[in-house]
């Protein structure tokens, strides 16, 4: 609180009325509103400076886009504090949800889904061909490391705690290397935003904004797409999913010639890749950081991986130990009720 209010001050030139604390996920910067009259303003507290410094300066990189991300109004780096732009309370999820209860998936809802991904390639292209990729704080590309952390983060963190069958540790590795070969030929020479799903975007005035892609590195256009449409508590109907892949695809034809075909025939394996890195930060925030609201996502993500099996993807082929994983994690009864337990 100390350090907001000194930081407020110095932009302000007088001391905040008060400061809330706001929710921060499964994020561990501490996420603050801060009042003075009718100006309200968000602060972040980060431990992390290279997380802080990520976010800070693709945030001005993204701006000279014209893209609509929160402007930064002053950042004190060594101290880990920052002031930004307040977007409102409404992420695309909570915003959806409010009319999905009453109303389902309405017209609404999908004009906003469809600005969304349409909008994408501005991150992934436009400015993704601009910016200075030594910014990135994890990984400069998602490439055989990342793709292999976040499998292994499945494995260690949900398979390995949750799933109760024996595994071959040594077969589902090869597995590994295969998912990942697979996927390395594809171009990874894109902005990769790496959790593009509908609690970073906000809607204020009724169009959306852009929040979290300090995480960002190089990588293939696939991953965002996925990130999005199988968001698992989003829960989208397959066929708006496949919808909104065409318009996708109609859409990046005006930033980059894309093969289509090619994008299709990767686009599944970077779905798994993406459902099994869910799974792996749900049972990681729920069974290590003690989040146990993370774990009711989980029968969704069990949904999205029915949803492969069913298509019976071409990538299963060539990862027999996993597919019969698969096979019995979308019917054990243990993990299709976890988080709807008492907490």
Request: glycine letters at 4%.
């Amino acid at each position: 609180m100390e350090r907001l209010s000194k930081i407020f001050k110095q932009k302000y030139g007088e001391a905040p009325d008060s400061i809330d604390v706001m929710r921060s996920d499964g994020s561990d910067r501490k996420i603050y509103r801060v009042f003075s009259g009718q100006q309200t303003v968000i602060g972040i507290i980060g431990d992390d400076p290279d997380e802080n410094f990520a976010f800070v300066e693709f945030s001005k990189i993204f701006r000279k886009f014209g893209l609509r991300v929160p402007e930064i109004y002053i950042a004190n780096l060594a101290e880990g504090v920052y002031l930004e732009e307040d977007l409102g309370d409404d992420t695309l999820f909570e915003w959806m949800t409010k009319i999905r209860e009453s109303h389902g998936l309405t017209e609404e809802i999908k004009k906003m889904y469809l600005s969304v991904i349409k909008y994408l390639p501005n991150f992934q292209i436009k400015a993704g061909a601009k910016i200075n990729y030594s910014l990135c704080y994890q990984h400069v590309i998602f490439g055989k490391h990342s793709m292999n952390w976040d499998l292994n983060y499945f494995k260690n963190r949900f398979l390995d705690v949750f799933y109760k069958n024996p595994v071959n540790d040594d077969a589902i590795e090869e597995d590994f290397r295969s998912l990942i070969e697979f996927l390395l030929q594809e171009d990874r020479n894109y902005f990769l935003y790496r959790d593009f799903q509908s609690r970073n975007v906000m809607i204020k005035n009724n169009l959306p904004y852009f929040i979290d892609y300090q995480s960002g590195r190089k990588g293939a256009l696939q991953y965002d797409v996925a990130s999005l449409l199988f968001d698992s508590k989003a829960n989208l109907p397959q066929d708006f999913r496949e919808e909104m892949v065409d318009v996708y695809l109609q859409e990046v034809q005006k930033f980059a010639k894309v093969n289509q075909n090619r994008f299709m025939k990767y686009f599944y394996g970077f779905v798994l890749m993406r459902i099994m890195q869910a799974f792996g930060a749900y049972g990681y925030l729920s069974h290590v950081k003690k989040k146990k609201h993370f774990l009711k996502s989980v029968p969704f993500a069990v949904n999205n991986l029915k949803i492969l099996l069913d298509k019976n993807i071409d990538v299963f082929n060539s990862i027999p130990t996993l597919r019969k994983i698969f096979d019995k994690l979308v019917c054990d009864k243990n993990i299709l009720t976890l988080g709807t337990e008492d907490e």
